[in-house]
């Protein structure tokens, strides 16, 4: 496998050269003033110091390859600092620190370490393998690594193995686009609750086998966005595990996983597991609030799981999907209260009728001013921004009345120029389920995003890394595609070429791309990407996605009222705005996607 484990012990054991021994365990010395150097040095270029108060201290420089194949260079430093009485518990990386190209168990063995302080100051960019970066940090409880630089990388083994304390693990958007092997990655990590590995870039992976063994305590695992190399699957993840608690799970519709990848939530491994409060199986999270049983529920064995995300199920996912288990007793679902958004002139008297926010419980909201005629926006009463919740929440905005002759349209004091204020955005993918139960996820970054919308290609389009369009910078091309399948992409915010020319700045969300996931620059103009969702209201639609369209009694598109055919012609009302998506309201009151890849406007 390209590595040496050597001693792995599966159920606990250390990870020890055959004639290692282990720190001895020492009193911490508190001084009372500054603290002393009780112990300095050099190891590679870097300069190093031990004070009393437990830190160790690495100067800028280059650190040398491990010793004794899976122990640190600063192993003898901390063993020095034992010696003279003084436990380290920190690593303090004061200046720019590089790691070796094979940076291999550059952190490994040191055990006593409970924290590593400035990783941003780490330089891995030259190393190409990380394995046992922090193996056997027996103490290291809490760790954030999305600074690090493993665009070289090609493994991560046992890079955290065995970190029986670690509960906090941020890994962030690395870039692992080199990395073949997870082997052991994230092992033994008995104290760690959640692990988040969507930001990962996949695209080279080989092996996952034993990533997250003995992780018995791992409750929640997300990893959406997933795109293996089609040679490749996501398999024996828990491999000689014999104890579970995954309870919260999610996965790209993009996966590919090998059967009993992820263990039967009845079958003995969960001893957390209950049958007289779970029934022993996976309901995709949007589902929870339907009651066990109901007709068009998403709910799975993890036979069942495993076998949807084998690779062959495809055209009946999209997108990111979460799985939770499936209780016996439903909960009631939370009512999400509205933003409601006013418009007053100087004297609280109303200039505009009022607008609603909605949006799924805790998603982020945006409120803004919009343009008035005759009015100037001059203040906001109230927070402009801020999550959904079940209690009611407005926002005031207050405008001047322009002088006489004035005809300001009121695009001042920063108000927008559309006359909707639903601008709202949402930190969690917004997902539009409502095509015969497939998903539109939308994704969520919308940061500084002056657009906050979804946009589809019409036309043969490039996707760049850079705003000024070059055929060297050029990820890939879209193709024109029929309506239905149009490629798909989120507006994080614009930039301008070189030459000044207007781009998007997207995420490619795009079911079955290449490039799902990724960012990238795309044209602005109409004639070539336009709205995937509808801006204005068609008198009446017509269904044009093969698999039909649902329809559902909110905007949020919960509560599935009935199916509607390819063909159908349906009859619209008005057009809702819902976070960075639109729904017809149709005239008997039902909601439908306003995806345009679902239906067609008709007169």
Same mark, same amino acid.
């Given at each position: 496998m390209g590595l040496l484990l050597t001693g792995l012990l599966i159920g606990g054991g250390q990870l020890l050269a055959p004639d290692a021994t282990t720190p001895a365990t020492a009193v911490v010395a508190h001084a009372a003033t500054k603290a002393a150097t009780v112990a300095s040095g050099t190891v590679g270029t870097s300069d190093w110091n031990v004070t009393d108060d437990g830190v160790l201290h690495v100067g800028a420089g280059d650190l040398p390859e491990a010793v004794k194949t899976v122990y640190s260079p600063l192993y003898d430093p901390v063993q020095e600092a034992a010696a003279q009485g003084v436990t380290v518990t920190k690593v303090v990386f004061e200046g720019t620190v590089r790691t070796a190209e094979q940076g291999s168990y550059t952190f490994g063995h040191l055990n006593t370490v409970e924290a590593y302080e400035n990783l941003e100051n780490l330089d891995t960019s030259r190393s190409t393998s990380l394995a046992g970066l922090f193996a056997a940090n027996e103490s290291l409880q809490k760790i954030d690594i999305s600074s690090l630089d493993v665009s070289q990388v090609t493994s991560l083994e046992m890079m955290f193995g065995t970190n029986y304390k670690l509960a906090s693990l941020k890994v962030g958007n690395l870039a692992t686009a080199k990395v073949t092997s997870l082997l052991a990655t994230f092992s033994n990590l008995y104290q760690l609750r959640e692990l988040d590995l969507s930001g990962l870039d996949v695209s080279g992976l080989e092996t996952t086998y034993m990533m997250l063994t003995n992780d018995y305590r791992l409750q929640k695992l997300n990893l959406g966005n997933w795109q293996l190399p089609a040679s490749s699957k996501i398999s024996s993840v828990f491999a000689l595990s014999k104890q579970y608690d995954l309870r919260e799970l999610t996965l790209s519709a993009d996966s590919q996983v090998a059967a009993g990848t992820f263990p039967d939530i009845a079958g003995g491994g969960y001893p957390s597991y209950d049958q007289t409060i779970y029934t022993g199986k996976w309901e995709n999270q949007e589902d929870q609030y339907l009651p066990v049983g109901t007709a068009g529920k998403r709910v799975y064995t993890s036979a069942e799981?495993?076998?949807?995300?084998?690779?062959?199920?495809?055209? !009946?996912?999209?997108?990111?999907?979460?799985?939770?288990?499936?209780?016996?007793?439903?909960? !009631?679902?939370?009512?999400?209260?509205?933003?409601?958004?006013?418009?007053?002139?100087?004297?609280? #008297?109303?200039?505009?009728?009022?607008?609603?926010?909605?949006?799924?419980?805790?998603?982020?909201?945006?409120?803004?001013?919009?343009?008035?005629?005759?009015?100037?926006? !001059?203040?906001?009463?109230?927070?402009? @921004?801020?999550?959904?919740?079940?209690?009611?929440?407005?926002?005031?905005?207050?405008?001047?009345?322009?002088?006489?002759?004035?005809? @300001?349209?009121?695009?001042?004091?920063?108000?927008?120029?559309?006359?909707?204020? @639903?601008?709202?955005?949402?930190?969690?993918?917004?997902?539009?389920?409502?095509?015969?139960?497939?998903?539109?996820?939308?994704?969520?970054?919308?940061?500084?995003?002056?657009?906050?919308?979804?946009?589809?290609?019409?036309?043969?389009?490039?996707?760049?890394?850079?705003?000024?369009?070059?055929?060297?910078?050029?990820?890939?091309?879209?193709?024109?595609?029929?309506?239905? #399948?149009?490629?798909?992409?989120?507006?994080?915010?614009?930039?301008?070429?070189?030459?000044?020319?207007?781009?998007?700045?997207?995420?490619?969300?795009?079911?079955g791309s290449k490039t799902y996931g990724q960012k990238g620059y795309i044209t602005t103009k109409s004639a070539y990407v336009r709205p995937t969702y509808a801006q204005s209201r068609p008198k009446a639609i017509t269904v044009i996605n093969d698999k039909g369209l649902n329809s559902y009694k909110t905007a949020s598109l919960k509560g599935k009222v009935r199916h509607y055919r390819k063909g159908q012609r349906l009859t619209v009302k008005k057009l809702v705005r819902h976070n960075l998506t639109t729904r017809y309201q149709l005239t008997n009151g039902q909601y439908v996607s306003a995806n345009l890849n679902f239906s067609q406007a008709v007169k």
């Open positions: 799981l495993n076998s949807l995300y084998d690779g062959t199920h495809q055209d !009946e996912l999209s997108g990111n999907a979460t799985y939770i288990w499936e209780p016996l007793e439903t909960p !009631e679902a939370p009512v999400v209260a509205p933003v409601t958004v006013h418009y007053v002139d100087q004297a609280g #008297k109303s200039i505009h009728p009022d607008d609603e926010l909605t949006g799924e419980l805790g998603a982020d909201f945006t409120a803004k001013p919009i343009a008035i005629a005759g009015y100037t926006f !001059e203040k906001a009463d109230g927070a402009t @921004s801020g999550t959904f919740t079940t209690s009611a929440q407005s926002v005031t905005f207050v405008y001047r009345a322009n002088e006489s002759g004035n005809s @300001s349209g009121g695009n001042a004091g920063g108000a927008t120029d559309s006359s909707d204020a @639903s601008n709202s955005s949402s930190t969690g993918p917004t997902t539009d389920s409502s095509a015969n139960g497939s998903s539109d996820t939308q994704a969520s970054d919308a940061g500084d995003t002056v657009t906050n919308m979804s946009v589809s290609s019409v036309k043969k389009i490039g996707f760049y890394r850079s705003a000024t369009f070059t055929a060297k910078n050029r990820v890939r091309w879209f193709a024109k595609q029929p309506q239905q #399948k149009r490629p798909q992409f989120v507006v994080l915010k614009t930039a301008e070429s070189k030459q000044g020319r207007l781009r998007y700045y997207v995420k490619d969300v795009t079911r």
